[in-house]
């Protein structure tokens, strides 16, 4: 398998977790977001959608995280990521959808320099915009554990699932933008029980051989 993706891509890092908890060795294939290089040949032909991750396996071309995801679960279902029972896998996917679709879209790389960019926003002006989301929607996220009360160390009990694969990359970048956190204690003692899985710990965007230094 050959993995194109970028350190500090949220989508990427949630791939990232899921093939290490699978055990399943890949190629790293870095794509350098901050100078274009997804907008570029030979990745634009693999991904025209110029967006990371992009997974390939015997030939097949995979796009969208949680696509991609599920692809795994499906074709390596040990240990699972998505549980068995029809009400409990549609939990954790809501959990997964509400970051996957509510909060990193507004927070993504394009969205931020169209900001800046386009509309003219200063640097402080899009720092206070992107907070204003992720604090938000994390907030809504951290209702939305507690009022279902299925909270164990993770998300549904004591087996990590896809939900708590998206939590973690998006507390990644709400620390990165110096958002308020102390209004998500459920949130964060997840976090903080995944990072002490190395799974998640040798997924983290420092690990990555195209991190940035500083």
Not at 69 to 96: F, G, N, S
Not at 179 to 207: E, G, K, N, Y
Request: glycine fraction near 6%.
């Amino acid at each position: 398998m050959r993995l194109h993706s970028a350190a500090r891509s949220s989508a990427s890092f949630r791939v990232r977790i899921a093939l290490n908890l699978k055990g399943l060795p890949y190629e790293y294939v870095p794509v350098d977001l901050v100078h274009g290089g997804q907008f570029r040949d030979p990745f634009r032909g693999l991904n025209p959608a110029e967006l990371v991750p992009v997974l390939e396996r015997e030939g097949a071309v995979l796009t969208q995280s949680l696509a991609i995801i599920e692809y795994l679960d499906e074709t390596y279902p040990q240990p699972p990521l998505l549980p068995h029972d029809p009400l409990e896998r549609a939990y954790v996917r809501a959990i997964a959808l509400a970051i996957a679709c509510e909060i990193h879209p507004l927070n993504n790389l394009r969205v931020l320099r169209y900001l800046t960019r386009t509309l003219g926003l200063g640097e402080g002006a899009k720092d206070a915009w992107y907070r204003h989301w992720v604090e938000q929607g994390l907030a809504q996220v951290e209702g939305q554990l507690t009022a279902a009360g299925r909270c164990g160390r993770f998300v549904l009990g004591e087996a990590v699932t896809v939900a708590d694969i998206l939590i973690v990359p998006q507390i990644f970048n709400a620390r990165r933008f110096d958002c308020r956190l102390d209004h998500l204690p459920t949130v964060m003692r997840i976090f903080d029980a995944c990072m002490q899985l190395p799974a998640f710990i040798d997924a983290q965007p420092s690990r990555q051989p195209d991190m940035p230094p500083g």
